[in-house]
């Protein structure tokens, strides 16, 4: 992390986190300082917003077509 210096680094946490799960992967990455992270499912961005983590940033990094989903994710600063 010292070596990006003031560029932020993104934390891919799709597919349950890679088989960890999406709340441990990620905690174990906010504990460690990160605090941008992208998800490929609403399910994956509302678990992570579960975890109540401060001043995180999270991208979607497909697109969305569902009006129900975007207006959730919309809602939820995603």
């Known amino acids: 992390m010292e070596k990006a210096g003031t560029t932020p680094i993104w934390a891919v946490v799709k597919a349950d986190?890679?088989?960890?799960g999406v709340k441990t992967?990620?905690?174990e990455l906010y504990a460690l300082g990160l605090r941008h992270f992208c998800v490929t499912e609403p399910r994956e961005a509302e678990t992570l917003l579960s975890c109540r983590f401060a001043d995180i940033?999270?991208?979607m990094l497909r697109q969305l077509s569902d009006p129900v989903e975007i207006r959730a994710m919309w809602k939820a600063g995603v």
């Open 17 to 20: 986190g890679y088989g960890l």
């Open 25 to 27: 992967f990620a905690t």
């Open 57 to 59: 940033e999270i991208l």
